[in-house]
């Protein structure tokens, strides 16, 4: 399943960004923050798999994603590639501004790669320290490397056609990451 959304080109300084920029609300996604323990990101199947597809763009074309918070009192969640794409809480502020003021964009289809659909990563090791999950105030910031992004995107898959409600990213962040967990609301109880 593939989808189409828009990615926009804002400039911060002299730096350019690509960035998806798209509402929680509209992809039936939900992102609440239990603040120092843990974030936990809803969805039902169809959320799922855009997220998943979301991970996967993010990891082959080093863009942005920023996915606007479903309500005031959750947060945005901001996905990107960190070795190639960089950035800390007061960039995705400026960031944001930036996204508001553009209304233009170019059409890319969000889809997963074939060798995502069957890939069978079973050395975790491999996976380890590969996500970095930071929260400040409503925002979330998921960074990793194309690897991480590429299991994260496996894993979302995986929720989708398993009867598991929900995945743990705390084995592949680091230490110093928030848990991240990714709920599949058809299933999660």
């Not at 501004?97 to 289809?109: E, N, Q, T």
């Not at 929260?135 to 590429?150: A, K, P, W």
């Not at 929720?159 to 928030?178: N, P, R, Y």
């Amino acid at each position: 399943m593939s989808y189409k959304v828009k990615l926009k080109q804002v400039t911060i300084g002299k730096k350019e960004y690509e960035v998806i920029h798209l509402n929680q609300s509209i992809l039936g996604i939900e992102t609440w923050v239990y603040p120092d323990t843990q974030i936990n990101v809803y969805g039902n199947d169809a959320a799922i798999n855009i997220l998943a597809c979301l991970y996967d763009v993010v990891s082959t074309n080093k863009v942005l994603a920023y996915l606007e918070r479903h309500s005031p009192e959750g947060a945005d969640l901001v996905i990107f590639h960190g070795q190639s794409t960089p950035i800390n809480f007061r960039l995705t502020h400026l960031i944001r501004k930036a996204l508001k003021k553009s209304r233009i964009g170019r059409d890319i289809v969000l889809d997963l790669r074939p060798e995502c659909k069957d890939d069978k990563m079973t050395d975790d090791w491999k996976f380890e320290e590969s996500l970095s999950i930071r929260v400040e105030d409503h925002c979330v910031l998921i960074n990793g490397s194309t690897l991480g992004l590429r299991l994260s995107a496996l894993e979302c898959l995986y929720l989708t056609k398993s009867d598991l409600g929900h995945q743990h990213f705390d084995w592949w962040s680091t230490k110093k990451s928030i848990e991240l967990i990714i709920r599949n609301k058809d299933r999660d109880d």
